[in-house]
Each structure stands twice: as structure tokens, then as C-alpha cells.
């Protein structure tokens, strides 16, 4: 089993649609979660950490489920520039950040 | 603040050719790493480093060395370049190696 796995997609949603990504990880001792965002071409950045309560940062929601080893980002009113590729990263035994292969989302109008 | 840097930004290699791809970071940062992305197989940890004079190997470590011999900089050497090292590499900082991680721009390799 892959220590962090996510649906490759694409996904292609209209403008103002919901959309949800899932990701598993293997190891039940990490400890921190991350989803990052990656442009075609461009190095990866920080979307945002996934807390245990789950977290809000305006249309973007992080859920965590230890118990599922489970991580899901909530994309509300997608937008044009949403259009990306999204990284499930987890880290690993308190050393390196394991990064998932990514989903790729496509907005369109 | 320049954040992570990585130099250069594209290399064309020969097989056999060695070099030496330079990443530095102005955040006194301790945690440093290099991964290497390929289509379908995502970032692959390549080595990292908790603190100067300090490095461990990630996941796929083999036709790489490094070194830190400051806190600022980290870079990778390519031994002897073959064709399967062609990728996009990016160097990451963070304070911790749980924390968040800081891109530079990459180093778009291609060994002929």
C-alpha cells in the first residue's frame, strides 16, 4: 500500500460547482497534514494544514479522520484559477513530508 | 527576502557529466531537502538535512550526493548524469521537517 494516495482525477467542474478530494495515508503515526497546491510548471505551495477539528480558510475546507487515516479538501464556488493540481502530504515518522501523487482539477466556464 | 533559491533554472547534461545543483535559503532554516517530480510518480524525496553538517537519504537517494555545510545552503550533486535523472527538481526549506515546507522555483535537468 502507497503511504499516501489520492484519486489522480481530472476533475473538470464548472464555475460554481462543489468539489471534494480525498486522500489516504498509510502511517497511523503521523502526525501533521498538509494539502499544497501546484501550478503546471511551478514548485508546490501551502494551501493549508489539515487540523484534527477540521478547518475553514474561506471556500476551502480540510477534514481529517485519524481513525480512517483519512484527509479531504472541500472546494466551495470553484473558481477559473482554482484550476490546479492539489498535493495530500503527510508527514512521516516526525522526519520527511511524504507527498501524494496529486489530483488534477480543471474549472472551465 | 528571497525565500528558497535554486540555480539554474534549466540544464542540459550529457551522460557521464557530473554537476552540481545550488539551492540556498534566507530564513535560517534548518530542515532543507531535495525532490526530484516526474509524470505519474508525484515528488520523490531524494536527501534532506535536519542542521548543518547533517544529512540523511530520502526515498530514491542512488546517482545523488549532498552536503550542508552552512545553515543557508544545500545543494545536490549528480555523480555521473544518466537519462533517468531527467526531471524537475525542487529544493524545500522548513524550521522543523513536520512544518511547512518552502519551494524555490526548480532546476528543469535533461541528460541526453
Known amino acids: 500500500r502507497k503511504e499516501v494516495e489520492q484519486d489522480p482525477g481530472p476533475f473538470n467542474v464548472p464555475e460554481g460547482a462543489t468539489v471534494a478530494f480525498n486522500c489516504t495515508y498509510s502511517n497511523s503515526a503521523s502526525q501533521s497534514f498538509f494539502w499544497y497546491r501546484q501550478d503546471c510548471r511551478k514548485e508546490p505551495k501551502l494551501l493549508m494544514s489539515v487540523y484534527s477539528s477540521g478547518n475553514e480558510d474561506g471556500r476551502f475546507t480540510a477534514q481529517l479522520n485519524r481513525a480512517s487515516q483519512y484527509i479531504s479538501l472541500l472546494i466551495r464556488d470553484s473558481k477559473l484559477s482554482d484550476s490546479a493540481t492539489y498535493l495530500c502530504v503527510v508527514n512521516q515518522a516526525g522526519t520527511a513530508l511524504i507527498f501524494g501523487k496529486g489530483t488534477t482539477l480543471s474549472v472551465s466556464s | 527576502n528571497a525565500g528558497v533559491t535554486q540555480t539554474p533554472k534549466f540544464q542540459v547534461l550529457k551522460t557521464g557529466q557530473s554537476m552540481t545543483l545550488q539551492c540556498a535559503q534566507d530564513?535560517?532554516?534548518?530542515?532543507m531537502s531535495w525532490y526530484r517530480q516526474d509524470p505519474g510518480m508525484g515528488l520523490r524525496l531524494i536527501h534532506y538535512s535536519v542542521g548543518a553538517g547533517i544529512t540523511d537519504q530520502g526515498e530514491v537517494p542512488n546517482g545523488y550526493n549532498v552536503s550542508r555545510s552552512t545553515t543557508e545552503d544545500f545543494p545536490l550533486r549528480l555523480l555521473s548524469a544518466a537519462p533517468s535523472q531527467t526531471s524537475v527538481y525542487f529544493c524545500?526549506?522548513?524550521?522543523?521537517?513536520?512544518?511547512?515546507?518552502?519551494f524555490g522555483p526548480g532546476t528543469r535537468l535533461t541528460v541526453l
Open positions: 524545500a526549506s522548513s524550521y522543523i521537517a513536520r512544518d511547512t515546507q518552502y
Open positions: 530564513m535560517n532554516h534548518e530542515y
